[in-house]
T-cell receptor
Framework: DAGITQSPRYKITETGRQVTLMCHQTWSHSYMFWYRQDLGHGLRLIYYSAAADITDKGEVPDGYVVSRSKTENFPLTLESATRSQTSVYFC????????????FGQGTRLTVV | AQTVTQSQPEMSVQEAETVTLSCTYDTSESDYYLFWYKQPPSRQMILVIRQEAYKQQNATENRFSVNFQKAAKSFSLKISDSQLGDAAMYFCAYSTSGSRLTFGEGTQLTVNP
């Protein structure tokens, strides 16, 4: 299917475990982003990538790791999950930064118990 | 750092009526972009409307229009002839040409039949 897809849609994990959220886009957009959504905070940028093998920190990067070996994939890894990382995570892609429209995946609801 | 503020956590409107959602932002840039995104219960983020700061004319998309006041750093969204399908969380967002989206906290819109 064309577009941007995230997996899994829902995930429950235990404190201290490593978990990876997947993101795949079919448009060959150069830019990809990871946001987390929490009540009262809107969406906050975790990491972004301008191209394959180029990544940079966003507003709230601590505890997260990303990689981008291929243009179409941008996985997000929580190295040792904490309860404060319970959130809804959104992946997005766009042709460029700034004024370009960002296209979002449907989100992953992650619960850390 | 740029900030985006949505001072109305919740709003409600009667079907077929008009509602205005408020957004203010803080920036020292002269060239930037403003967006309204809609997030229905499905969680999917959808672009509603986009405004380029150098354009004085307010953007419109069918029943959706904005009131962009650059000097006041205000960017409100007007929804005319509200429909039940307009019920959603609405996020105001800001970016410059070289930066990523910064989101406000969101406004939950309820449409009453």
């Amino acid at each position: 299917d064309a577009g941007i897809t995230q997996s899994p849609r829902y995930k429950i994990t235990e404190t201290g475990r490593q978990v990876t959220l997947m993101c795949h886009q079919t448009w060959s957009h150069s830019y990809m982003f990871w946001y987390r959504q929490d009540l009262g905070h809107g969406l906050r940028l975790i990491y972004y990538s301008a191209a394959a093998d180029i990544t940079d920190k966003g507003e709230v990067p601590d505890g997260y790791v990303v990689s981008r070996s291929k243009t179409e994939n941008f996985p997000l890894t929580l190295e040792s999950a904490t309860r404060s990382q319970t959130s809804v995570y959104f992946c997005a892609s766009s042709e460029g930064p700034g004024g370009f429209e960002a296209f979002f995946g449907q989100g992953t609801r992650l619960t850390v118990v | 750092a740029q900030t985006v503020t949505q001072s109305q956590p919740e709003m409600s409107v009667q079907e077929a009526e008009t509602v205005t959602l408020s957004c203010t932002y803080d920036t020292s840039e002269s060239d930037y972009y403003l967006f309204w995104y809609k997030q229905p219960p499905s969680r999917q983020m959808i672009l509603v409307i986009r405004q380029e700061a150098y354009k004085q004319q307010n953007a419109t998309e069918n029943r959706f229009s904005v009131n962009f006041q650059k000097a006041a750093k205000s960017f409100s969204l007007k929804i005319s002839d509200s429909q039940l399908g307009d019920a959603a969380m609405y996020f105001c967002a800001y970016s410059t040409s070289g930066s990523r989206l910064t989101f406000g906290e969101g406004t939950q819109l309820t449409v009453n039949p």
